[in-house]
């Protein structure tokens, strides 16, 4: 198997487990009313934290479109190698978001599937701009910890498993807190459910580029 299609797998199976732990301590939720939104935050944490440590020197374990396109932006990753893992990505959210609506086949489908969702209260403006924030935190921890080569990587996976927690426990209850075109798409598309889907591809990869952009220009060493 080429580097490629290496690159490929991991990002399916990554994703994958995102979604399939995430989503699915949303649908627990859902069902049992026994995890709330700390569950649900450690539960996507968790999966983050497994999945950079098992494939990040694989991939890079982006996970996530917008991470990817922060690294297409900063010229660390060709368009056609982000291209690609995009493909995987919403490949992986989709398969984990299909199994989930077998296992939970007849269960609440108010959750639609785990697909984020606006508070009717902010509005999808405040929900795009929620989300941009979010996903900037997030980026700019990936960076931080696993691009700048000053930054010790063995705690990669914690610190951004750690961001993922912390914005789900700020941003759970107002958009969802997706932080991720992947984590949107996927159970939308099986669920059928797409109201507001703009704000989890628009915010993400405004937030997520501006983050990368940042670090790249200001906080990294000078690159020869």
Do not use: C
């Not at 069902?31 to 934290?49: C, K, N, R």
């Not at 086949?105 to 929900?127: E, K």
Request: proline content about 4%.
């Amino acid at each position: 198997m080429n580097q490629g299609a290496r690159n490929f797998l991991a990002e399916t199976i990554g994703t994958f487990g995102l979604i399939f732990f995430g989503v699915g301590a949303i649908m627990q939720q859902q069902t049992t009313q026994s995890l709330g939104t700390t569950g649900i935050a450690v539960a996507h944490g968790l999966a983050i934290l497994i999945g950079v440590y098992a494939f990040g020197h694989i991939s890079g374990g982006h996970f996530n479109p917008a991470v990817s396109f922060g690294m297409w932006i900063t010229r660390r990753i060709d368009l056609r190698k982000m291209l690609a893992y995009w493909v995987a990505q919403l490949l992986g959210a989709t398969l984990a978001a299909l199994i989930l609506s077998h296992v939970y086949q007849g269960g609440p489908v108010d959750a639609h599937l785990g697909t984020p969702a606006i508070d009717p209260t902010i509005g999808p403006r405040l929900g795009f701009l929620i989300e941009a924030i979010l996903t900037f935190f997030l980026v700019i921890t990936v960076f931080g910890v696993a691009v700048d080569s000053r930054a010790s990587t063995s705690f990669a996976g914690l610190a951004i498993g750690f961001a993922i927690i912390v914005d789900i426990l700020m941003g759970g209850t107002l958009t969802g807190a997706a932080m991720n075109p992947a984590r949107a798409f996927g159970p939308a598309l099986i669920s059928h459910y797409w109201q507001d889907q703009w704000v989890y591809w628009a915010g993400p990869l405004v937030g997520g580029g501006a983050a990368a952009i940042l670090y790249d220009r200001f906080f990294l060493a000078r690159r020869a």
